[in-house]
């Protein structure tokens, strides 16, 4: 079965901090994407960052960036420099078929403290 | 970029009634849709998939004639939650897919908030 593991449910770090947000993912699949989606309190969606699995090179949108690792089944997402703005749900997905129709992590909640 | 747009934001009704959420995709064409349910500190519950001119694939679990999903055109896929009760409160999200240059991305609606008194 494809699954999606966040196992954070809960991280808080300093304004300007790095913070690493992992995910780890179960699936027979060779080619595919990966997502990291981000809920602020706003509740609307938002892409964060989008990882090709056929591409080595990691993945990276400004101050966040990816940590593929394919053998693992691991996406990390990495915030540098974070800013109170980043405060938001973030969710790790994956496509379950060619339709998009996505598989959910159960999100971890990161709350960058001023 | 693409937006979906997801109305009403809010809405407030009485046990009993049916209530109408709309997803419209403003400036693509979206053959596939997706309906979720999110209750809070949760992630997001998959309902159904909406393929425009077809009908709605429920994921298990899902009453299909509890929540009534129509895809009528390429632009516009409505949920309507039938004879609703307290436990249908929740927060109701759709996703688009795109088309064409589009093909790969999803786009998210702002989100229905459905209280049900």
């Known amino acids: 079965a494809q699954t999606v593991t966040q196992s954070q449910p809960e991280m808080s770090v300093q304004e300007a901090e790095t913070v690493t947000l992992s995910c780890t993912y179960d699936t027979s699949e060779n080619n595919y994407y990966l997502f990291w989606y981000k809920q602020p309190p706003s509740r609307q969606m938002i892409l964060v960052i989008r990882?090709?699995?056929?591409k080595q090179q990691n993945a990276t949108e400004n101050r966040f960036s990816v940590n593929f690792q394919k053998a693992a089944k691991s996406f990390s997402l990495k915030i540098s420099d974070s800013q109170l703005g980043d405060t938001a749900m973030y969710f790790c997905?994956?496509?379950?078929?060619?339709?998009?129709?996505?598989?959910w992590g159960a999100g971890t909640k990161l709350i960058i403290k001023p | 970029g693409a937006v979906v747009s997801q109305h009403p934001s809010w809405v407030i009704c009485k046990s009993g009634t049916s209530v109408k959420i709309e997803c419209r995709s403003l400036d693509f064409q979206a053959t596939t849709m997706f309906w979720y349910r999110q209750f809070p500190k949760q992630s997001l519950m998959l309902m159904a998939t909406?393929?425009?001119?077809?009908?709605?694939?429920?994921e298990q679990g899902v009453e299909k004639d509890k929540f009534l999903i129509n895809h009528a055109s390429l632009t516009l896929s409505t949920l309507t939650v039938t004879s609703a009760h307290p436990e249908d409160s929740s927060f109701y999200i759709c996703s688009a897919r795109g088309t064409g240059t589009l093909a790969g991305e999803l786009f998210f609606g702002e989100g229905s908030r459905l209280t049900v008194l």
């Open positions: 997905a994956f496509p379950l078929d060619s339709n998009y129709q996505l598989i």
């Open positions: 990882q090709e699995a056929y």
């Open positions: 909406s393929n425009e001119g077809s009908k709605a694939t429920y």
